[in-house]
């Protein structure tokens, strides 16, 4: 089913890029905007976050996006439910989205605010403590591990560079190689030279209490205690794969590359914000990309506007 109405501007994304974007395109009351959103991501899953302005005691990301919809509803912005399988343009050079059930939506402007997803195993207890004791960014989160006895999960090269550089917050720090993938010799004698502690062997369960990390099981039954973590296994999955189907350049790592100035594309029209571009993996960064690249959506839209005028 095609949609017959042309929108103004499509975000693609439901987390604080979009939602921050979509609440700063309903303010101009201009435009039929519709954020498409499939409702996972990061921020689905983070329990706590304590870095943003008037949250000193953590907010969760469930919670900022509900808030984020509620403020872009009262504004005009439109949503829906849906999981963008396929993106190209038409003749008249409109975008053409294709959802997961064949549904077709049509826009003049389209922001991508899909963002990326970090891997990590299924690991009982591991969910329930994302964001309150066990953490992914050390720009956010390293603060939360001061001089704490910590564990860092992870996989050969990443979990070592994770622990070396969390070296910096707290001496008591473990890492734990749980896939068993090979590390760097570098990063062993960077390891070592740290003191820092080396277990490879797989982990079977987290436990905490109340949500916070207390202990982290092995496979052979030993225990490790610890009062915060860190997850680091590498291969994150960036969604990139509808800005590429549309022709925008892409950074080495697959993250899509953006003007500074207005996170616009290397495509005409096309925008990307968020954890989505390049180096820009923090909520609070997520939140001015979304401003920044809705900004210059609405120069453009004026713009465009004004040309069909004359």
Not at 56 to 75: I, K, N, T, W
Not at 149 to 164: C, E, F, H, I, R
Not at 169 to 177: A, L, P, Q, S
Not at 214 to 228: F, H, K, T, W
Request: aromatic letters at 6%; glycine letters at 10%; charged letters at 25%.
């Amino acid at each position: 089913m095609l949609h017959t109405e042309v929108k103004d501007c499509i975000i693609l994304g439901g987390g604080i890029a979009g939602l921050q974007a979509a609440i700063q395109l309903g303010r101009y009351s201009a435009y039929d905007i519709l954020v498409i959103d499939r409702g996972t991501g990061r921020s689905t899953i983070c329990k706590s976050y304590r870095n943003i302005l008037g949250w000193p005691d953590g907010v969760s990301g469930e919670e900022l996006r509900g808030r984020g919809r509620q403020q872009a509803e009262s504004v005009g912005v439109s949503f829906a439910a849906d999981d963008i399988r396929k993106a190209e343009r038409d003749e008249a050079e409109y975008f053409v989205l294709t959802g997961k059930d064949g549904v077709q939506y049509r826009t003049k402007t389209l922001l991508l605010a899909t963002g990326v997803m970090d891997r990590f195993p299924k690991l009982p207890g591991l969910m329930s403590t994302l964001g309150t004791s066990v953490f992914v960014c050390p720009d956010c989160d390293g603060y939360e591990i001061q001089d704490r006895k910590t564990v860092v999960l992870g996989s050969g090269d990443p979990g070592a560079s994770m622990a070396v550089l969390l070296s910096e917050r707290t001496k008591d720090i473990i890492y734990i190689n749980h896939e068993r993938e090979p590390a760097s010799s570098e990063h062993m004698s960077q390891l070592a030279d740290l003191g820092i502690p080396y277990i490879e062997k797989k982990v079977s369960e987290i436990r905490e209490e109340d949500g916070i990390l207390s202990a982290v099981v092995l496979e052979d039954g030993s225990i490790v205690p610890a009062e915060r973590g860190f997850i680091s296994f590498g291969g994150n999955r960036i969604y990139s794969e509808l800005a590429e189907q549309l022709g925008a350049e892409l950074e080495h790592n697959r993250h899509v590359k953006t003007d500074p100035r207005s996170k616009m594309t290397s495509v005409e029209l096309l925008w990307a914000a968020g954890d989505l571009g390049v180096h820009s993996e923090l909520t609070t960064v997520a939140m001015g990309e979304g401003a920044t690249a809705a900004i210059w959506i609405n120069k453009t839209l004026k713009k465009m506007t004004s040309e069909a005028l004359t």
